[in-house]
């Protein structure tokens, strides 16, 4: 679940904000007896991670790749967690929910989240400036450099600036550097809008896709960077630099 998915989400439960846990099950390791009767005082989002608030602690949640939720309804299945509220009841599912005691301020660096009012471009933009070695791939997979992007933003993001997942970043000029980080934050909103009125697939340009529309190819499809993560480009209109091309 990518970052604009867990802001949807962080709107979809406001309604419990201020209510109190009334019950609390699942098959979570953490100490469930902990939230009982305390009341929410937030939630909050970084990246990929849903953050419930209460006033001594929060509790983080990582949907990982598929991880899920309901609201006021249940899967066949035991909830990872399940809170009850006197106005519904919140299920996760396939998650890693853990306590977190420490003040979020410290824990979280809220410039490097590509959804929040916080976010630095020019933070990205330098890091992508040192890591001259690192494939583009992965760098936009890096949660410590664009959190919440995924596979999905980083496949259209590559497709928007017409650049080569395994292009290196040293191979990047600075205008590519801030183009690459305009439309990561760009695209995330993008995403963010479409998927509210549930229509993201429609348009996708190159994920999952047979043909660019651009050049009207065949896209490529196969593993790239150190995650191995899937990635679609079209080998035409994104060309891998000559000094990184094979020989």
Request: net charge positive; glycine share 4%.
């Amino acid at each position: 679940m990518e970052g604009p998915s867990i802001i949807i989400l962080k709107e979809a439960v406001k309604s419990f904000k201020g209510k109190k846990v009334i019950r609390v099950s699942g098959n979570s390791k953490i100490d469930q007896v902990k939230l009982k009767n305390q009341k929410i005082i937030a939630f909050r989002s970084w990246g990929k991670h849903f953050i419930i608030c209460f006033s001594s602690f929060s509790l983080k949640i990582h949907f990982l790749m598929f991880g899920s939720y309901r609201i006021n309804e249940s899967k066949d299945q035991t909830p990872r967690l399940s809170l009850e509220f006197a106005n519904g009841v919140l299920n996760f599912y396939t998650c890693t929910i853990s306590l977190l005691e420490e003040d979020l301020n410290e824990i979280y660096d809220w410039e490097v989240d590509v959804m929040s009012d916080k976010w630095n471009p020019q933070k990205a933009v330098t890091t992508l400036k040192k890591l001259k070695n690192t494939m583009i791939c992965d760098l936009l997979l890096d949660q410590e450099i664009f959190a919440g992007a995924g596979n999905i933003i980083k496949n259209e993001v590559l497709y928007r600036v017409r650049l080569h997942p395994e292009t290196k970043a040293g191979a990047l000029n600075n205008k590519q550097r801030k183009q690459l980080v305009t439309a990561c934050r760009d695209y995330s909103f993008e995403f963010y809008k479409w998927k509210k009125l549930f229509e993201l697939k429609k348009h996708w340009l190159i994920y999952s896709k047979k043909k660019c529309p651009r050049c009207n190819l065949p896209v490529e499809v196969t593993h790239t960077g150190i995650g191995k993560r899937i990635s679609f480009f079209c080998t035409n209109c994104q060309l891998l630099p000559i000094k990184a091309r094979p020989k």
